[in-house]
């Protein structure tokens, strides 16, 4: 299945008002695309939605109610759906480990300190996601 998708829109650009509006911050083009692409969008970027905080470092992330409750919403995926959206998952893990690497490589920080982020921060993170979707292909 397919359906048309904002590339450029994640959870950290959605925001709703006292009155329950919601406005969209840079939402990006309108993308033609398979579903489960925009839902692996949805789902990398809410998984780092506290990325670059002091609690990510230390593993703080989206509540496991959360999380269940986003999955159950995709429950009746197929076979052939999930192991594209695996796919599309690895693609976006990618994506942000790339972006990761490139914004601390444009900090002014001492390449000692730069290179412990990029192991210990970023590597980290996005090895255990990369490797935990390679073994569900």
Aim: glycine fraction near 4%.
């Amino acid at each position: 299945r397919h359906s048309y998708t904002l590339k450029g829109l994640d959870i950290r650009n959605i925001l709703i008002n006292e009155k329950g509006l919601i406005k969209l911050l840079d939402p990006g083009k309108l993308k033609y695309e398979p579903e489960v692409a925009g839902i692996a969008r949805y789902l990398v970027t809410t998984e780092l939605l506290y990325w670059g905080k002091l609690l990510f470092f230390i593993k703080f992330s989206i509540s496991n109610n959360l999380k269940n409750s986003i999955m159950a919403g995709f429950s009746t995926l197929s076979l052939r759906e999930k192991k594209l959206l695996n796919i599309f998952l690895l693609k976006e893990y990618i994506k942000h480990w790339d972006q990761a690497y490139n914004n601390i490589d444009l900090k002014f920080w001492p390449k000692l300190i730069k290179k412990f982020l990029k192991k210990y921060y970023v590597d980290n993170f996005f090895i255990e996601r990369v490797h935990s979707i390679i073994s569900k292909i």
